[in-house]
């Protein structure tokens, strides 16, 4: 079992910057990739980034690419989410996911879950 609990959400204006956390527990953190998600109100959950277990190698959704920076610490069992330039429609529920692949962009490829953290971009 992995425990994942994320950090960072919160309120920011139009062209601001958060940095999502994601502390893991649990089972060798560095033995899992790792993603982030969204889900806006009304919408399905989307994938955003992905980061290998040895942080080697990323994944972005086409729409964040050069605004979204997705890293790890695993002497730290974090992972981590700069969102810069942020836009109003960036307002989701974020969560963190753990795959026991190597490499994971499909929602049904990741294992264990965070709970999310909300992230509002006002305009």
């Known amino acids: 079992q992995v425990q994942l609990v994320e950090s960072g959400g919160g309120l920011v204006q139009a062209g601001g910057s958060l940095r999502l956390s994601c502390a893991a527990s649990g089972r060798t953190f560095s033995g899992y990739a790792m993603g982030w998600f969204r889900q806006a109100p009304g919408k399905e959950r989307e994938f955003l980034a992905a980061v290998t277990w040895s942080g080697g190698s990323v994944s972005y959704l086409d729409s964040v690419k050069g605004r979204f920076t997705i890293s790890r610490d695993n002497a730290k069992n974090t992972v981590y989410l700069q969102m810069n330039n942020l836009k109003p429609e960036d307002t989701a529920v974020y969560y963190c996911?753990?795959?026991?692949?190597?490499?994971?962009?499909?929602?049904?490829?990741?294992?264990?879950w965070g709970q999310g953290t909300q992230v509002t971009v006002s305009s």
């Open positions: 996911a753990a795959s026991r692949l190597r490499v994971a962009v499909r929602e049904y490829e990741y294992d264990y």
